[in-house]
């Protein structure tokens, strides 16, 4: 299948929320999509959840990844409320908030798209998808480890605040990050409780917390970067930020 575009194609996997009156949507974030398509200067296309909806059906049987995998340059996992179900992780229960058609969605998209050797970004949630896509574990609550501090939001904060700066990052000498920002370290916002635990075989670590937890991971073949913090709230204000999503898009109009 040979499509041409004017501009790369994204594929972009939405969560399944609950609407007050309306039942289940299937959506992705309007921060995420503006920074992906303005700061990648790309196309988006959403991917309803279907994985385990009402009528359980697969995700695999309503997609033909391959297709989409032809048809598009890459694929944006945006973050989410939603927390990741232990049970694809080997983790105990929790009462965490879970998004289990996403859950189900993601994981054969994300080794669909490492199959077709295809450029993919990752904000987290979708960081903590790609390390278990991979085999890696998580921590459900970071801030119970000791020796970890708490990575979570002001909830009682506006939401100006609970995206501000929060703690500092290392950048691994050489790596991805350090090349596409001129960085030795950032400071980032933190706004999640799950975090990486075991780092999954194929993944570089690409930045660490002063806690030591693991904030950031790439790939170099194909192009993989996934982030812990929100790199897409306001990017326009945050070079980093700018630099990070126009790297993605080179990769996406090289792929």
Known sequence: MNHKVKKPLVLVPCDVKAIPGGGPFHCAGEKYLDAVIHGADCMALLLPALGGGEEMASFQAHYDLDELLDLAQGVYL????????????????????????????????????????????????GLQELNVALGGTLHARVHDIPGHGDHREDSSAPREEQYGDAHAVALEPGGVLARITGNTRLTVNSLHSQGIATLADGLRVEATAEDGLIEAVSMTDPWVVGVQWHPEWRYRQNPDAIRLFAAFGDALRGA
């Open 78 to 125: 945006p973050g989410s409320a939603s927390n990741i179900d232990p049970v694809h992780y080997g983790g105990p229960p929790h009462d965490m908030a879970l998004d289990g058609q996403r859950d189900v969605s993601v994981f054969p998209l994300i080794r669909k798209t490492l199959a077709h050797r295809k450029p993919l970004l990752a904000i987290c949630r």
